[in-house]
């Protein structure tokens, strides 16, 4: 869809579109965003999330020991063996017990987080049959997707990209990449708040909760990266090449994902909206987008 199109069907759809959007987006509670200030990771909604969460809790623990005890070695060592307490220095060369030993400890630890770690990432990496298939493209600087089976293919740009502004935003002094009252009443058009900005995005893939979603990822000119933190997903798009994930959303809602890899010189103006819905709400979606109704949700 090119960039005039896209503008146009915008204007023509501003009526029933945007209404239609408000009613749903209101409808959906905002789980996977950044929350300002705040530490940990966003609410797991699938089980991939929940394995790297734990995960990574499970490491933090074994770093925290380990880390814990190599400083209090080093506070002992530098008390007991101070050159105070001892005049002569030792003249021994090796204690074989203790190099065996920080020798087996170490490897064992580390299989043990290998054999927690492989697991996890053998399931991300093992990718089961879709029910869903999506093939999502990275280009300087939007999304664009595609609905394998559905043959259905539209573009996602941030909200404030100067692809999404129109003639009534630019009038109330919009301008595009500018937080500003006219462009917190553009993200209002779109069914979002000034909390969703430089994170909500015009379009959004859409996805029915509870099913397996297989998520086809390239890009057309540089390297970019689809990911969705609350998902546990993530995956580099490259040029030539086609990579896949998969996840399957657990609860419904509005995620944000934002491409994880410097792609140029607005990279940070390339975030990612999935909204995961019912399964009736998701063919209703299907079919005003089909229709041609890209921005009714």
């Not at 539209?154 to 595009?176: I, K, N």
Request: proline share 5%.
């Amino acid at each position: 869809m090119t960039l005039a199109n896209k503008m146009a069907g915008l204007t023509a759809a501003a009526g029933a579109s945007l209404v239609a959007l408000q009613a749903h987006a209101q409808d959906l509670p905002i789980i996977g965003s950044p929350t300002p200030g705040a530490m940990g990771m966003q609410p797991a909604s699938t089980e991939l999330a929940r394995d790297l969460q734990w995960l990574n809790m499970f490491l933090l623990v074994i770093i925290t020991v380990i880390s814990l005890f190599v400083t209090a070695l080093l506070i002992w060592v530098i008390v007991r063996y101070n050159e105070k307490r001892n005049d002569k220095p030792a003249t021994f060369t090796h204690h074989s017990t203790l190099e065996v030993a920080w020798t087996i400890i170490p490897v064992g630890i580390l299989v043990l987080i290998g054999g927690f770690s492989l697991p996890v990432l053998f399931k991300q990496q093992t990718i089961p049959e879709g029910d869903i298939y999506i093939k999502v493209t990275g280009l300087q600087w939007y999304w664009n997707y595609e609905y394998v089976d559905e043959d259905v293919s539209f573009d996602s740009y941030m909200v404030g990209h100067p692809a999404t502004m129109t003639d009534a935003a630019e009038e109330a002094g919009a301008q595009p990449f500018v937080l500003s009252p006219a462009m917190e009443g553009m993200l209002e058009e779109y069914g979002y708040s000034r909390d969703e900005w430089l994170l909500a995005t015009d379009t959004a893939v859409v996805v029915p909760v509870n099913k397996t979603v297989v998520m086809q990822v390239t890009a057309g000119d540089v390297i970019h990266s689809w990911t969705i933190p609350a998902f546990g997903v993530k995956q580099d798009g490259v040029p030539g090449r086609l990579a896949q994930l998969w996840f399957s959303a657990e609860r419904e809602g509005i995620y944000f994902g934002q491409c994880s890899e410097l792609c140029g010189k607005d990279h940070a103006y390339m975030p990612i909206t999935v909204k995961v819905v019912s399964e009736d709400a998701y063919a209703e979606w299907l079919a005003m987008v089909k229709e041609g109704d890209t921005y009714a949700w």
